[in-house]
């Protein structure tokens, strides 16, 4: 099968595309045909290995010393079951199915073998494939960040939401949308029309003026671009307002995704798609996420 190989940490080309064998699904695992998948800011994270300090020794006893040790990189995808194995009872050869590989990489070739359990359900009934791959990895992050925020708790909610136009901020705004919160959001000039299509009217323009000036107050303050810190939005917090940094840690769950098939079937989440490029220009596909101006996702198409 065709694959994308990360054969060293560095710039865009030291990716390539290469014959590899066709993974064997084991007993407990389903083979997925990957129709889409997307290009994210985590992916170009994993092969330029850009992070500060410590993090980089870190990622590297985790992700591999001189290359990453799990070489196809791609951790998003909507497919079509081809086989399961023997012991696979939820999902059937022609389910459409899409999903989160995470640390186990692999999404960017034709295949990839996951565990029946792992996070991979039924692809929401209203979706194409590159919708379903679109919407994962921001609407994972936003959807894990704003449960520990507390969003749902209550309607109108005033949450700022810092970065808003990229994978995580425009999943943001949307589920921020689906909880009735009032929402300000801080992106650019550019970034306005993007903002203003999911419904947003408070904006603070980053290249004009210092969001850190406000005189409004929060409840939720979600950084979804990682530029601020809390010692710099306490001013903005109400009392027992919560501040979220996209930077910590967050865990995936099939709940997340299961979310985000309801929404998107509902109507109340979509697919924010900027480019989509094909497996063979995986490097342009880089190119641009390397750029961190993306507006929504940039999808990667493999298969027909
Ligand atoms: N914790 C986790 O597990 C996790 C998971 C996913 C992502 N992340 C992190 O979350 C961050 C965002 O991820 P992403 O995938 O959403 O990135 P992304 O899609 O590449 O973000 C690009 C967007 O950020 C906006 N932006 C850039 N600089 C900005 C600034 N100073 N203020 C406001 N907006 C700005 C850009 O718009 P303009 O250029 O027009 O401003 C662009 O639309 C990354 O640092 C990523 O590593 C963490």
């Known amino acids: 099968m065709k694959a994308v190989i990360c054969t060293r940490y560095g710039p865009p080309d030291v990716l390539q595309i290469q014959e590899v064998a066709k993974p064997i699904p084991n007993d407990n695992q389903i083979l997925v045909k990957i129709i889409a998948s997307a290009v994210n800011s985590g992916d170009v994270r994993v092969r330029s290995l850009d992070v500060k300090g410590m993090m980089k020794f870190v990622m590297r006893l985790v992700l591999g010393i001189s290359k990453p040790r799990k070489p196809i990189l791609g951790t998003v995808f909507a497919g079509v ?35 029946q359990n792992s996070k991979v359900i039924e692809m929401p009934a209203n979706a194409s494939f590159e919708e379903a791959a679109a919407i994962v990895f921001g609407g994972h992050t936003a959807i894990y960040f704003l449960e ?23 999943a943001a705004i949307q589920l921020a949308k689906h909880y009735h919160a009032d929402i300000t959001v801080v992106c650019s000039s550019e970034g306005k029309k993007l903002a203003g299509e999911l419904g947003v ?48 840690y967050a865990s995936e769950t099939t709940q997340q995704l299961q979310l985000l098939k309801e929404l998107f079937e ?6 924010i798609i900027d480019k989509t490029f094909q497996i063979d220009e995986i490097k342009e596909a880089h ?11 940039v999808v990667l198409k493999i298969g027909e």
């Open 148 to 170: 520990k925020a507390k969003l749902a708790d209550k309607a109108n909610k005033k949450i700022l939401i810092i970065g808003a136009t990229g994978s995580v901020g425009t």
């Open 287 to 297: 190119r641009y996420v390397d750029t961190g101006r993306k507006k929504g996702n």
């Open 81 to 115: 079951v081809e086989t399961v194995g023997n012991k696979v009872s939820k999902f059937k050869a022609g389910d459409k199915v899409f999903g989160m590989t995470g640390f186990n990489f692999g999404a960017h070739a034709e295949y990839t073998a996951v565990h």
């Open 201 to 248: 009217t408070k904006l603070i323009l980053y290249d004009k003026e210092d969001f850190t000036k406000q005189t409004e107050k929060f409840d939720i303050i979600f950084d979804a671009v990682g530029r601020s810190n809390r010692k710099q939005c306490k001013q903005l917090l109400n009392r027992n307002g919560i501040y979220k940094n996209v930077n910590r």
């Open 266 to 271: 509902k109507g109340a989440f979509k697919a």
